[in-house]
C-alpha cells in the first residue's frame, strides 16, 4: 500500500468521518482482508496490521486529533505512515500510558495466550469491549455526555474491574452534576489500583476526587483536608508505542493460569455478549 496514502484513506473514509462511520469501515475492512480468510497471505497480513494501526489512532480522540494537526501541517504533502507519525504522549490516567493501554486492551477482554495488538484485533468478536470503550471515550470528548455514560454503564456492568471504564463513568457524572456517584467510582479506580501487582498508584484519580471533595461543602472540604493527594506518586509517563505493548501482553498472557474447560483460573470471564443483551450473528458467516 502506498506511503503516500493516509489513515483515512486505509479506512475509505473521510477526515470529517464520525465515530459510527470509522467503526463500520474498520469492520467492513477487516473482514474484507481479514489474514484468516486469504490462506496465511503475507500482502493481507500487512494490509491488515495497517488497517488496525489507522483505526487505533483514529478510534482515539487524543490520537486523532494529534493526527489531524499533522494531516493539516503537511498541506497536503505525503506522510510516511510507519515512519514519520508518531502520537505526542498525553497525560496518563494510571501510571504510565503502557498501564492505560493494557487496562484497555486486557481487562475484560477475552485475549488469547501469546497475544499481540493485531492478534487481539484479529478476532473481531472479542474486541467488542474494545470499540465501545473507543465509541464512550469519543462520545466524552465530544461533550455526548448522556451517550458516554450510557455505553459505560454497560462497560462497567461487563468488566467491574476495568479501571479506566470506572474512571470515564466517574468523569461523566461530574458532568451529569452527580458528585456522590463520581466519587463512588473515584473510590472504585484506587480500591482496584491497589489490587494490582505492582499496585496502582493513581495519582490522577486521588487528584480529581481530591477536587471532587473540596467542592462537597464542609463536609467534603473535610475529607479534602483530612486526604491530601499525594504529589510525589506521580509518575513521568512513557512514550509508549503498539510493539512495545504487543511485548508486555504476551509477557503477561505467558504467565497466565491455563484454562480449565471454558473457564479460566485466572478468574471469571463473562461472555460480554450476553451481559450486553446482543446476538450477533457468527464472525464468518
Known sequence: MPA???????????????????????????????????????????????????????????????????LQASKGAPIDLEHNWQPTAHSSIMDTHADDILE?????????????????????????????FREAKTAFYENHVNHAYRLLIRLVRVSSSNILYHYYLARCAERKKM???????????????SCRNPPQQLAHVCQ?????????????????????????????????????????????????PARVGNKSTAGKRTNSRRLLGSKRKHKYK
Open 4 to 70: 503516500a496514502l493516509n489513515y483515512y484513506h486505509v479506512l475509505g473514509t473521510s477526515s470529517s468521518a464520525s465515530f459510527r462511520e470509522l467503526k463500520k469501515q474498520y469492520f467492513q475492512r477487516a473482514k474484507e482482508c481479514h489474514p484468516d480468510l486469504h490462506e496465511g497471505s503475507v500482502a493481507m497480513e500487512e494490509q491488515f496490521k495497517l488497517l488496525v494501526l489507522a483505526f487505533e489512532v483514529l478510534s482515539d480522540p487524543h490520537k486523532r486529533q494529534q493526527y489531524d494537526a499533522t
Open 104 to 132: 484497555e486492551l486486557i481487562v475484560g477482554n477475552d485475549v488469547p495466550l501469546f497475544a499481540t495488538f493485531q492478534t487481539f484485533m484479529r478476532d473481531l468478536e472479542s474486541t467488542e469491549n474494545f470499540v465501545i
Open 179 to 193: 458528585p456522590g456517584c463520581a466519587a463512588r467510582h473515584y473510590r472504585r479506580c484506587l480500591r482496584l489500583g
Open 208 to 256: 480529581r476526587l481530591h477536587r471532587l471533595r473540596q467542592r462537597g461543602g464542609l463536609v467534603g472540604r473535610i475529607a479534602a483536608w483530612l486526604q491530601p493527594p499525594d504529589d510525589n506518586a506521580i509518575i513521568d509517563s512513557e512514550r509508549q508505542m503498539i510493539d512495545e505493548v504487543s511485548r508486555s501482553m504476551s509477557r503477561l498472557l505467558n504467565n497466565r
